[in-house]
């Protein structure tokens, strides 16, 4: 089993950039499929990037181009650069661990472990 702690999350501009961190423990980031998700307030939790245990990536249409997603296994630490920020990317950022090795895009239902989750609020 493992545990995710998610940081780095604040409010920012638009235009702005942050750094969130998904710190793991008690199994190595390595052994999973890592993913990034998003849920806004009124919404449906949605998927925003997932890094294979090869360290392929997989990125939402609306994220792709300014959010890049990362693996430090020496850390174990998982994480997503968020750049040119956007006022629709305000929401609670969630990290997700899939043992089954998937590749590509992530469902909810494919998500074995969850952190508790961090804000990003983007003011206009």
């Known amino acids: 089993q493992v545990q995710l702690v998610e940081s780095g999350g604040g409010l920012v501009q638009a235009g702005g950039s942050l750094r969130l961190s998904c710190a793991a423990s008690?199994?190595?980031?390595?052994?999973?499929?890592m993913g990034w998700f998003r849920q806004a307030p009124g919404k449906e939790r949605e998927f925003v990037a997932a890094?294979?245990?090869?360290?392929?990536?997989t990125y939402a249409d609306s994220v792709k181009g300014r959010f890049t997603i990362s693996r430090d296994n020496a850390k174990n630490t998982v994480y997503l650069q968020m750049n040119s920020l956007k006022p629709e990317d305000t929401a609670v950022y969630l990290c997700?661990?899939?043992?089954?090795?998937?590749?590509?895009?992530?469902?909810?239902?494919?998500?074995?472990?969850w952190g508790q989750g961090t804000q990003v609020t983007v003011s206009s």
């Open positions: 008690g199994r190595a980031v390595s052994d999973y499929t």
């Open positions: 997700a661990a899939v043992r089954s090795g998937l590749v590509g895009r992530l469902n909810i239902r494919d998500v074995d472990y």
């Open positions: 890094i294979s245990r090869s360290g392929s990536t």
